[in-house]
């Protein structure tokens, strides 16, 4: 089974960057459309950005547009999102998930990560 796993999370300072990865052991990511979610204490978990499988489109929250880049890599099996210029209401638990689709709907996500913790603090 398709196990996503992240990394690259930390604590960074308003505006600062981090690059936050997804990998797969096993399985490939290639075949799936990659989303990065976020949830902060006491918010709903909230849709980040989207990158279909060939990497060909991308969707972006409004609140992260022009700061954050997603990205893959098939021959590394990685899905990146790179964050700049972070603030501190990015802090949250960041999520990769996997779909069959292209969407921004978390119910059509089939396998998700742990999650990994961003803290933007100063």
């Known amino acids: 089974q398709l196990q996503p796993v992240e990394s690259g999370g930390g604590l960074v300072q308003p505006g600062g960057s981090l690059r936050l990865s997804c990998a797969s052991s096993?399985?490939?990511?290639?075949?799936?459309?990659i989303g990065w979610f976020r949830q902060a204490p006491g918010k709903e978990r909230e849709g980040v950005s989207f990158i279909s499988d060939n990497g060909s489109n991308t969707h972006y929250a409004d609140s992260v547009k022009g700061r954050f880049t997603i990205s893959r890599d098939n021959a590394k099996n990685t899905v990146y999102l790179q964050m700049n210029d972070l603030k501190a209401e990015d802090t949250a638990v960041y999520y990769c998930a996997a779909s069959n689709f292209f969407t921004t709907f978390q119910n059509l996500y089939d396998y998700w990560g742990q999650g990994t913790q961003v803290t933007v603090s100063s």
């Open positions: 096993g399985f490939t990511l290639d075949y799936y459309n």
